[in-house]
């Protein structure tokens, strides 16, 4: 036992003579298959070199080296961590899943691919239909967990979309349009055989769905309402520039030969806020809720206990442990 003295020439005195009655305990040195704690939830080495060559042979190009490697890793360990703390606080409120909403996740997937598509898909992604089933699981209660407890009280109040309608203007201009029509054919002779029928009396319509190659013909040549810009320059240059009711001279375009009649136009105008209020309120929600979403992952992460093991980490070079031996085996 070391003599009763002060406290500093105590420290100094027990280091110099190394009396074991004072070492404090060694420091356990980190878990080496351990990547982080998260709220005392480990994330561990497996799971991440996983995710990690998934994301990795997902890109195409040659296997990259262990620098192209390591902002891979950063972004997985934010994700990861991220996802851990969103599924605790699920937990916490209580959320969860049926297997029939499970079910029906998988059901939407599964229905964008052919019946041996989704199976390749799997594959392709080192994924078998239980590590999706469990994810589809996880993500279902991370939406519930932003639906209920986030979203929830987000909320635009109409001074809100009023200023917004008022500081962006711009956005709510419509530009002049014309509501035209097109008949187009292939050769000079034959527009100008149909231009003299259109002057003999016959309908506009009636000819474009008998002799026009557009696509349109089947609607008699309607086009629609068009501002400047979205058709071919010399379409606007020749409809704008008639009077509704007129039939424009045969206009030669890398298409064919046009002939075009002006049906109405609309002028330009700025676009009254109940017309759009759904539109601006819409994408006020959506900025709101982004915001919402962004300041409660912070508030997790400003109250996690959290530790990542840089070691572990460090040592991580893309491809997990296990396929890199099995890789030199071959």
């Known amino acids: 036992m070391c003599p009763t003295l002060p406290r500093a020439p105590l420290l100094v005195l027990c280091l110099l003579l190394g009396l074991g009655g004072c070492d404090k305990p060694p420091r356990e040195a980190p878990d080496a298959n351990v990547v982080a704690m998260v709220n005392g939830e480990v994330l561990g080495r497996a799971e991440f070199e996983q995710e990690l060559w998934r994301e990795l042979s997902s890109a195409e190009g040659p296997e990259r080296t262990p620098e192209e490697v390591e902002p891979f890793k950063r972004a997985l360990l934010d994700t990861l961590i991220k996802r851990m703390l969103l599924l605790q606080q699920a937990k916490q409120y209580n959320l969860t899943v049926t297997p029939d909403e499970v079910d029906r996740r998988m059901l939407r997937l599964s229905g964008d691919y052919p019946a041996e598509g989704f199976s390749d898909v799997l594959a392709q992604g080192q994924l078998s239909l239980a590590e999706l089933r469990a994810r589809e699981a996880n993500r279902l209660l991370i939406e519930k967990l932003f639906t209920h407890h986030v979203y929830a009280r987000v909320a635009v109040t109409e001074e809100e979309l009023r200023a917004y309608y008022a500081a962006?203007?711009?956005?709510?201009?419509?530009?002049?349009?014309?509501?035209?029509?097109?008949?187009?054919?292939?050769?000079?002779?034959?527009?100008?055989?149909?231009?003299?029928?259109?002057?003999?009396?016959?309908?506009?319509?009636?000819?474009?769905?008998?002799?026009?190659?557009?696509?349109?013909?089947?609607?008699?040549?309607?086009?629609?309402?068009?501002?400047?810009?979205?058709?071919?320059?010399?379409?606007?240059?020749?409809?704008?520039?008639?009077?509704?009711?007129?039939?424009?001279?045969?206009?030669?375009?890398?298409?064919?030969?046009?002939?075009?009649?002006?049906?109405?136009?609309?002028?330009?105008?700025?676009?009254?806020?109940?017309?759009?209020?759904?539109?601006?309120?819409?994408?006020?929600?959506?900025?709101?809720?982004?915001?919402?979403?962004?300041?409660?992952?912070?508030?997790?992460?400003?109250?996690?206990?959290?530790?990542?093991?840089?070691?572990?980490?460090?040592?991580?070079?893309?491809?997990?442990?296990?396929?890199?031996?099995?890789?030199?085996?071959?």
Do not use: C, W
């Open 168 to 330: 962006h203007e711009a956005e709510f201009q419509e530009p002049e349009q014309v509501h035209a029509a097109q008949l187009v054919v292939k050769g000079l002779d034959e527009a100008r055989r149909v231009q003299a029928q259109l002057k003999a009396g016959k309908k506009f319509a009636d000819l474009a769905r008998l002799y026009s190659l557009s696509a349109d013909a089947k609607v008699g040549g309607d086009l629609g309402f068009f501002p400047r810009g979205q058709m071919p320059p010399a379409f606007d240059e020749v409809v704008f520039n008639l009077r509704p009711g007129q039939v424009s001279d045969v206009v030669s375009t890398e298409y064919g030969y046009h002939l075009f009649r002006v049906l109405e136009f609309k002028p330009a105008r700025k676009r009254e806020f109940a017309e759009v209020r759904a539109q601006v309120e819409a994408r006020e929600v959506k900025r709101k809720q982004a915001e919402a979403h962004e300041a409660f992952e912070k508030a997790l992460l400003d109250k996690a206990k959290l530790s990542v093991n840089e070691s572990t980490l460090q040592s991580i070079r893309g491809r997990p442990t296990a396929q890199a031996a099995a890789a030199k085996g071959r």
